[in-house]
């Protein structure tokens, strides 16, 4: 199987002694990162031994990184994790999947576009959708209908004058 490495977080500083690494996320959240256990760094795998959540970031303990001068050598490297390492929960989604995917309308089938950007608002991610002019998508149950990323595309019923 193919690796699909996509970005975990930065490591931001080492963590006591005996070679612990801070990782500020940017996945979902440091909980998320914590369930992972594999990390690549500079293309190099490492088994996750241990992490925990501590002040919204990931402490992780990687197998092979004993002391603290090794991980010293990882500060300011960016840590990536295998997609297809894992599961998620019904209706999640990783940005890179929905990048691309065409957005119809699910009851008149016009198209408004691909998805060129997911920005993340604290309520609700936003699609940002670019056809013949660019269009922003709340990711509420009440315009996302569908996500099919086996077919590529993504059915919406617009809310009266969302694209006014």
Do not use: W
């Not at 894992?86 to 008149?108: K, M, N, P, S, Y």
């Amino acid at each position: 199987m193919e690796k699909d490495l996509l970005q975990a977080g930065k490591i931001i500083n080492t963590h006591a002694l005996k070679g612990d690494i801070r990782i500020y996320p940017y996945c979902d959240s440091a909980e998320f990162l914590c369930e992972v256990n594999k990390l690549y760094v500079d293309g190099q795998c490492y088994k996750v031994t241990a992490a925990r959540v501590h002040k919204g970031q990931a402490l992780v303990h990687l197998k092979g990184i004993n002391k603290i001068e090794d991980a010293e050598l990882l500060v300011g490297k960016l840590a990536y994790f295998d997609k297809n390492d894992v599961a998620l929960d019904e209706g999640q989604f990783f940005i890179d999947d929905i990048l691309g995917l065409t957005v119809e309308d699910i009851d008149t089938g016009e198209v408004y576009g691909k998805v060129t950007d997911v920005i993340p608002t604290g309520a609700n991610d936003v699609f940002e959708v670019t056809g013949n002019k660019v269009l922003l998508v709340p990711k509420i149950d009440e315009v996302v209908i569908d996500i099919d990323l086996e077919n590529e595309v993504i059915k919406i019923r617009p809310l009266q004058g969302l694209f006014e």
